[in-house]
């Protein structure tokens, strides 16, 4: 992998011209007493303070609602007007945190799992991920517990880690897609640096082993540990909303009189109606069984069926939680369970 170094002023300049040439550039800005990813079309307006957004930058390959297509009824006829992926423009997102930019792949796996998504692949194409290493955690994080960590370059094309006592940034080249930046803006780029990257990375331990976690969490259908942990559990959905790997979406029809748009927009299996039948029946009736879903599903079935985990340990959905659930206390409570029990093996 390439390394290079950029320094404070050459960053602005570089984002500055991506944004002048024609892309979309997302980047965290300070919101009060939040950061929120917005489309920027300035550096100044970017703040790299934060230790999380609230919300994770996975809406720009898959928005929280999404037109698939159009029609017109006309007796008895139906006209489509089918999705049209030059709308996309390209896109850089900056100042992703790695545990975001690891997010990408399991989105990528969902949605090529069976047929290819071509919103999701189309979007995906024309985004260039520019990240950047954390130097600071809080209690949430846990990205070293699901093989991730706070200078970790999977999934970025371009991951820049801040050299504060060199003015800037050592620069590791990803990607095609991060080399063709570097090589159009070559004139921004030095030599890189002679640091241990370890040295300004945060430090973050390992909160549950994975593979503890997994031996078990697959066995545990049955278990009663669903009913513990999600008893105050609203189902508000909050979680899978902030979620940079949570991809449930729901189809709604927006019509008015013979023209009408199909649309995709982001649901929650946390949610009592996300498995309602219109018969009347509800296979996940209670709380406990929308909690276990979204457990299996991230460590359990995702693991099994597109090899990848369905969690890099964000955070955000702790943070966002008005209960105080904490996943990652609830996988280590797991993890660590000398023996798994199920109710169908007493
Ligand atoms: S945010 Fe908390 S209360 Fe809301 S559904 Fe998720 S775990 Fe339950
Ligand atoms: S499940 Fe929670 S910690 Fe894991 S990726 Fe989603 S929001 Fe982040």
């Known amino acids: 992998m390439e390394r290079k170094y950029i320094s404070d002023e050459s960053l602005k300049t570089f984002i500055n011209q991506l944004n002048d040439e024609g892309r979309h550039v997302y980047a965290p800005v300070a919101k009060g007493e939040k950061t929120e990813f917005e489309r920027v079309k300035s550096f100044d ?10 919300q994770s930058i ?51 796996n969902i949605f090529n799992w069976g047929t290819p998504d071509v919103p999701f692949n189309e979007r995906r194409r ?18 070293t517990s699901v093989n991730g960590g706070p200078g970790n370059t999977a999934g970025s094309d371009i991951l820049l880690t801040p050299i504060k006592d060199k003015n800037g940034y050592l620069v590791e080249v990803v990607s095609e897609k991060g080399q063709e930046l570097v090589s159009k803006y070559a004139g921004l780029f030095g030599e890189a640096p002679d640091v241990d990257k370890e040295a300004y990375l945060a430090k973050l331990s390992r909160k549950f082993s994975l593979d503890d976690l997994r031996g078990k969490i697959s066995h545990m259908f049955e278990s009663e540990v669903w009913k513990k942990q999600s008893e105050r559990c609203l189902g508000c959905g909050a979680c899978a ?33 996300f498995t309602f039948h219109t018969s009347g029946h509800n296979p996940r009736e209670v709380q406990s069984q929308r909690w276990r879903q979204r457990l299996l599903h991230k460590f359990s079935y995702m693991p099994e069926r597109l090899s990848v ?38």
């Open 309 to 346: 985990v369905g969690c890099t340990g964000c955070g955000r959905c702790s943070r966002a939680c008005p209960v105080d659930m904490n996943i990652s206390d609830h996988l280590a409570e797991i993890a660590d369970l000398s023996v798994v029990t199920t109710e169908k093996e007493k």
């Open 45 to 54: 307006k970017i703040s790299l303070d934060h230790i999380q957004t609230t």
């Open 58 to 108: 996975k809406a720009v390959a898959f928005p929280r609602t999404e037109k698939l297509f159009s029609y017109t009824k006309n007796k008895g006829d139906v006209t489509l007007e089918d999705y049209n992926p030059d709308l996309i423009p390209e896109m850089v997102v900056f100042g992703l945190h790695p545990c975001d930019a690891a997010g990408f792949k399991p989105l990528s």
């Open 126 to 143: 024309r985004t260039t991920l520019i990240a950047m290493s954390c130097t600071q955690s809080d209690e949430f994080c846990f990205c």
């Open 241 to 273: 909303f902030v979620c940079p790997t949570c991809a449930c979406f729901d189809i709604q029809e927006d019509t008015k009189g013979s023209k009408g748009n199909r649309l995709r927009c982001w649901d929650s299996c946390g949610f009592s109606l």
